[in-house]
């Protein structure tokens, strides 16, 4: 048995045990919580930004440093 037959076979239970749905809806209420940065997510990116450091990847995987424009080359990966 495989990895998307077991998840089937999960499935299968819970829709059974009329669950299922049930699972959906806790599934999307968190789902909904974790798309929204919490507020010590919001002051460790804020600190980060006032010290300069990185705030995050761009779309490539590049470490993006606080301030960079567009038109600056973001900082290269440490391991490069």
Same mark, same amino acid.
């Given at each position: @048995? %495989? =990895? ?6 999960? @499935? ?5 045990? !009329?669950? *299922?749905?049930?699972?959906? &809806?806790? #599934?999307?209420?968190?789902?909904? &919580?974790?798309?929204?940065? !919490?507020? %010590?997510?919001?002051? *460790? *990116? =804020?600190?980060?930004?006032?010290? !300069?450091? $990185?705030? $995050?990847?761009?779309?490539? $995987? %590049? #470490?993006? &440093?606080?301030?960079? $424009?567009a038109d600056?080359k973001p900082a290269a990966?440490?391991?490069?």
């Amino acid at each position: @048995m %495989n =990895e998307d037959d077991d998840v089937q076979k999960s @499935m299968d239970e819970l829709t059974e045990q !009329g669950n *299922f749905s049930n699972f959906v &809806k806790q #599934l999307d209420a968190l789902t909904d &919580k974790l798309s929204v940065p !919490g507020p %010590n997510e919001e002051a *460790f *990116f =804020e600190e980060r930004q006032r010290e !300069g450091l $990185g705030v $995050g990847l761009d779309d490539d $995987g %590049n #470490l993006v &440093k606080a301030g960079a $424009g567009a038109d600056q080359k973001p900082a290269a990966h440490e391991d490069e």
